[in-house]
């Protein structure tokens, strides 16, 4: 078919890409259990059994999801080597930016030296950082993009009520950041990705800003139906999981690591009996002493294992991350 106007000219970028360095902050104070149990009427093992979290990263309050973002991506782009003006695209997976404008990734940006790069927050809560991971793999390999920054970034502890049982004593404060650019080899398989909207109300926000601004709520804070979502996490996000291994091109067998969100560490377990991983296969525990950081957990757990196992460099890792919408999202990646 002919057209009556010139042909556009459309990028081409490189054919892969791949991770090259990631970077990590946590909240500075260590909450045990015991400081939390007394609100919830529990205790420290009740909490230790259910969740296996011995302590949860907080920031103080002076602190901000954007100024944990910034220390995570400070040291993810020196990591790399690749000079901060080169990057030309900022994506931060939040479900915590205290304000719904400007995005915490234009000012990530600012503060990193990328200015002027394309940036934006993307609200897909745990699966976040994995649905940043899957774009800007996309986005560099279209040729919209040259260098990316994915920041997963929580302040959690702004979101909860104390004496919440469902949710409140699982979250902690954090950031964790990626630099993906091109390479020579596949670092990023296909990503599985999804949702399933029906579920939406098993976890969420109780109440909304209009309904605090009018005085009729009290200050909106996360909330989860346990059952479901463990339900929901075991059975259909195993599927998921493997489904990203046979994108892949692998099995099981082939991983160097496994790292899934880190919502709790009995689903972490029924995992890696669902995808039947070997023992050489190192499994991502960061839940212990971190906690649950939505967005963050991934990268958080991700900067955890190479900084304790710095030979899993290069290997292969599965990553899942699942969350409120309810969102699901995996993809393998080549551990930088």
């Not at 500075?28 to 205790?43: F, M, W």
């Not at 404008?101 to 940006?109: G, H, M, W």
């Not at 986005?139 to 970034?153: K, P, Q, S």
Request: aromatic residues 6%; charged residues 20%; proline residues 5%.
């Amino acid at each position: 078919m002919t057209t009556p106007h010139p042909i556009l000219r459309q990028a081409q970028g490189p054919a892969h890409t791949r991770m090259y360095a990631v970077g990590a902050t946590r909240g500075s104070r260590a909450v045990p259990n015991a400081e939390l149990a007394p609100a919830i009427d529990s205790s420290d093992e009740w909490i230790r059994q259910r969740t296996g979290i011995i302590t949860r990263a907080r920031a103080d309050a002076d602190t901000g999801a954007v100024d944990l973002a910034t220390g995570a991506a400070r040291e993810a782009i020196e990591k790399s080597g690749v000079a901060s003006h080169l990057i030309d695209l900022v994506i931060v997976a939040t479900i915590s930016n205290t304000r719904q404008t400007p995005s915490i990734a234009a000012v990530i940006a600012d503060r990193v030296g990328a200015n002027p790069a394309a940036a934006y927050d993307s609200n897909a809560a745990c699966a976040g950082y994995v649905y940043g991971i899957a774009q800007a793999d996309a986005l560099i390999r279209a040729g919209a993009a040259h260098y990316a920054l994915v920041v997963g970034a929580e302040k959690l502890s702004d979101l909860v009520d104390p004496t919440d049982r469902s949710i409140s004593f699982l979250l902690g404060d954090g950031a964790g950041a990626a630099v993906l650019g091109p390479s020579d080899f596949p670092g990023v398989s296909a990503t599985v990705w999804g949702s399933d909207g029906s579920k939406a109300a098993a976890i969420a926000m109780n109440h909304t800003l209009v309904e605090f601004r009018d005085g009729v709520s009290e200050w909106p804070t996360l909330r989860q139906e346990g059952q479901t979502v463990f339900r929901w996490a075991v059975w259909d996000m195993a599927k998921v999981a493997q489904r990203a291994l046979d994108a892949a091109g692998i099995t099981s067998a082939d991983l160097a690591a496994f790292i899934p969100h880190q919502a709790n560490m009995r689903i972490i377990d029924e995992f890696a009996k669902q995808l039947k991983l070997p023992e050489s296969v190192i499994i991502a525990r960061d839940i212990a002493t971190t906690g649950n950081t939505s967005a963050a957990s991934i990268p958080l757990a991700t900067h955890r294992l190479l900084a304790e196992h710095p030979e899993l460099s290069g290997g292969l890792a599965l990553q899942i991350g699942f969350g409120a919408g309810l969102v699901f999202g995996a993809q393998v990646v080549v551990l930088p």
